[in-house]
């Protein structure tokens, strides 16, 4: 199994700390010095768009968004290009994405981004569709990172809900998570 996309969301522990516009000079900030080590091209405003991406910033290889999607705010990491062959790899390589940009953002803001709580979501329905199969399909590549990233840490998964029409996602609780 190649994915082509793989989204991993940290959620927002303390949302009413959250002023998605706020974010945008921190974002423009980002571009402007090369941070996350890849090239950051620019910045768009969703916040208009009920439950949607809020605000993203857009790179080459991936997008970061501040997503409000089924009504929970947290940070999206979404990898469009150069997806590692090896699943776990790609798990791997957007959790920690996903983590890097988080503790960015927690040490320049007032955020704080829960890491036993993750969403991961496999928006690539021809190679992973939604339904209960999926999960069993990516649940070995899943373990096996947050063994690594989490040592210690205790994982359930589940699938996000079975629905054809959507992509494929799954949200882990993580006992007793090691900090990032």
Do not use: C
């Not at 959790?95 to 829960?114: K, M």
Request: glycine fraction near 6%; proline fraction near 7%; hydrophobic fraction near 45%.
């Amino acid at each position: 199994m190649h994915l082509h996309r793989i989204q991993a969301k940290l959620f927002v522990a303390n949302p009413d700390e959250l002023e998605p516009l706020a974010l945008i000079p921190v974002f423009h900030r980002w571009i402007q010095q090369r941070e996350l080590g890849e090239l950051l091209i620019d910045v768009a405003n969703y916040a208009h768009v009920p439950q949607g991406p809020g605000v993203l910033l857009i790179a080459h290889e991936a997008d970061y968004a501040i997503d409000f999607g089924h009504g929970r705010a947290g940070l999206l990491y979404t990898r469009k290009r150069a997806v590692p062959e090896d699943p776990t790899d790609a798990v791997r390589l957007a959790l920690e994405r996903a983590l890097e940009a988080a503790t960015l953002l927690e040490n320049e803001t007032d955020l704080v981004f829960r890491r036993d709580e993750i969403e991961l979501g496999f928006p690539d329905r021809l190679r992973v569709p939604n339904r209960p199969g999926s999960l069993e399909l990516v649940r070995p590549h899943v373990e096996a990172v947050f063994r690594e990233l989490f040592p210690g840490a205790v994982a359930s998964i589940e699938g996000t809900g079975y629905d054809e029409r959507l992509p494929f996602g799954i949200r882990s609780q993580l006992t007793e998570a090691a900090a990032y």
